[in-house]
T-cell receptor
Framework: KQEVTQIPAALSVPEGENLVLNCSFT??????LQWFRQDPGKGLTSLLL?????REQTSGRLNASLDKSSGRSTLYIAASQPGDSATYLC????????????FGAGTTVTVRA | EAGVAQSPRYKIIEKRQSVAFWCNPI?????LYWYQQILGQGPKLLIQ????????DSQLPKDRFSAERLKGVDSTLKIQPAKLEDSAVYLC????????????FGPGTRLTVT
């Protein structure tokens, strides 16, 4: 069974600092990996999706890397802003799980103005 | 394009009572998902519909949970009777097709069982 872990559970940084969020997974035979953002009282919004053949994906200030062999992905957010405060969830799809999303518990980020 | 709608947004019930949640997916989306997100955990898939048929309900506690998708559009999730451990946010999501990686999530229904 795929286990997805996100450490730390919470993170607080001053505005302008770069954010580094970690995600690890136990089954390296993933199909793809997706990063989501969750704001309080709202649903999840997809940020980036990385296919298993890719090493990284970028969107604006966001960059996600994938290292399948070590079972790790990292989400980098450059020059953080108070609006980046949210919970960030990592999720993976594997063929053994019929391509269903297996989520980590998330990292709650607070960016202090 | 309207997003995924869910109601109610909040619900407080006593244990052993019943409750129902409603979801209206994005128009034209064939696939609909219900997730349970317990505080401090990631979402867990309860059931997946393709049109009005069930694709996966392996993690749905069928002794107390039931779900249906009417005419392949709206869906309801019911809990009867509720337990304290059912306190969670229930998220509905939809996607254009079964193999699509684009899942659009609704705002969720926060259930508190006392």
């Amino acid at each position: 069974k795929q286990e997805v872990t996100q450490i730390p559970a919470a993170l607080s940084v001053p505005e302008g600092e770069n954010l580094v969020l970690n995600c690890s997974f136990t089954d390296s035979a993933i199909y793809n990996l997706q990063w989501f953002r969750q704001d309080p009282g709202k649903g999840l919004t997809s940020l980036l999706l990385i296919q298993s053949s890719q090493r990284e994906q970028t969107s604006g200030r966001l960059n996600a890397s994938l290292d399948k062999s070590s079972g790790r992905s990292t989400l980098y957010i450059a020059a953080s802003q108070p609006g980046d405060s949210a919970t960030y969830l990592c999720a993976v799809r594997t063929r053994s799980n019929d391509y269903k999303l297996s989520f980590g518990a998330g990292t709650t980020v607070t960016v202090r103005a | 394009e309207a997003g995924v709608a869910q109601s109610p947004r909040y619900k407080i019930i006593e244990k052993r009572q019943s409750v129902a949640f409603w979801c209206n997916p994005i128009s034209g989306h064939a696939t609909l998902y219900w997730y349970q997100q317990i505080l401090g955990q990631g979402p867990k898939l309860l059931i997946q519909f393709q049109n009005n048929g069930v694709v996966d309900d392996s993690q749905l506690p069928k002794d107390r949970f039931s779900a249906e998708r009417l005419k392949g559009v709206d869906s309801t999730l019911k809990i009867q009777p509720a337990k304290l451990e059912d306190s969670a946010v229930y998220l509905c999501a939809s996607s254009p097709g079964e193999k699509s990686y684009e899942q659009y999530f609704g705002p969720g229904t926060r259930l508190t069982v006392t």
